[in-house]
């Protein structure tokens, strides 16, 4: 009974998913990388990032709503995305790091009339340095499998009201708000995080089902960075130019939006 469960699991995870395009995974994408590479990376990237996380974890300081509609709406969409997943039989991608921001924002939407909760607008400002995959994500879509109908409205859609959402929140709640501009420990605890996600999560379960979860297993066929050094690149780049400088501008930008705001009601 319990193989028999593990196979239904396993096809619903995985067993739609299209190897023949080797950014979706498969034998060519996990060998891409050398194994001893990949531990190497992984070795290296690993304790850096861990002890940043600990390190350098944030000083928490405390700083109500409507909007049911909203949520209700955004729960509808990623309901559907997770239709589209089962029935497609790649459900595994449900772990990639945008469906993880989506339900981390329907968290903060849900909770977002409780009376005030330390952690909710701690998982806020974490949540706001996932933002930029979201935009990666809608300026270079890898959308050739999705064949159903609405199913690449459906992406689009997602990932617009990721990008959304924090903005809303901020506009509806006078808790959720970002960090300073000058503090660096929110960005370095929250991109730790992250890159451990990816190297302690998704490599291993890409390595146990050959998915190529958010191209941690081999590079996108867009990616200019193509070679055997793509993650690390994309370490690099992501940590101290991207995620930073788009999550530090969203927040910027979103402030002066408030206060314009709150001008007007004035």
Sequence with gaps: MEVKLWRLFSDIA?????????????TDCINYLPAYQRFLETIKIVPTFRRAL??????FRPINAHGRMFFMFY?????????????????????????ICTTMQLVLLRFRDEKRLPWTQQLFRFHLYT???ALIALLFPMIDTRLMVGEVFIFYLQHALILITPLHLMLTS??????QLRNISWPIFSISLIILYHFLMLQCVGLLTHANLNCIMCPAASDPFKGRFYRVIAVLLQSFIVIPFFTK??????????????????
């Design 14 to 26: 995985v067993g739609g998913i299209d190897f023949s395009m080797p950014e979706n995974g498969g």
């Design 54 to 59: 600990v390190s350098l974890s944030p000083i």
């Design 249 to 266: 501008c969203y927040s910027y930008f979103s402030a002066k939006i408030i206060l314009l705001k709150r001008r007007e009601k004035e």
């Design 75 to 99: 729960a509808g969409i990623f309901m559907i995305e997770l239709f589209y997943k089962v029935v497609t039989r790649t459900l595994i991608f449900i772990l990639q790091p945008c469906h």
């Design 131 to 133: 933002l930029p995959g």
């Design 174 to 179: 006078d808790f959720y708000r970002p960090e």
